[in-house]
């Protein structure tokens, strides 16, 4: 079974990830294109182990009326450069208030994961041949940030809390 990195843990990845359109899915828990889904939601929304997964060009829109029911909504990443993937993810946990598992896929490496888990992923499966326990230490590379994210407030908005301030010698 392929490795994902969950909640700050590595983890055995139960889901199967359908690339194309496939005739029969399997009985196990499945994750299919959005296209899938559309095409057959009465079918597979009856099932509690069908999750969705979203390519950079899909509208994330397309499953509000569905978004309570899945599990799983993977979002991919075709290439490394391509950061569309962070918008779908910051409009499904902060439009669409979805709660679940948000998974990142694809061209997924250690560099991107503190970025990915700050806009609302909380799993990663990486690209083939990259270690997920050395992966996992950087989701502590960094322990805070000036930037609002789906995970923190900045200092400056945090009520309360004085913002460090810089002694300079003169």
Known sequence: MPQLIKSGAVTE???TLLREPAAA???SPVIVPLATWLGARAELASRADVGVWLAPTDDPALLAADIAALPVIAVDFPRFADGRGYSIARLLRDRHEYKGELRAVGDIARDQLYFLHQVGFDAFVLREGKDAQD??????????GYQATARRTPWFRR?????PVAVTES
């Open 159 to 163: 009520s309360g809390v004085a913002a």
């Open 135 to 144: 992966a996992l230490a950087s989701l502590r590379d960094f322990t805070d």
């Open 13 to 15: 990845d139960r889901w």
């Open 25 to 27: 899915l399997p009985s």
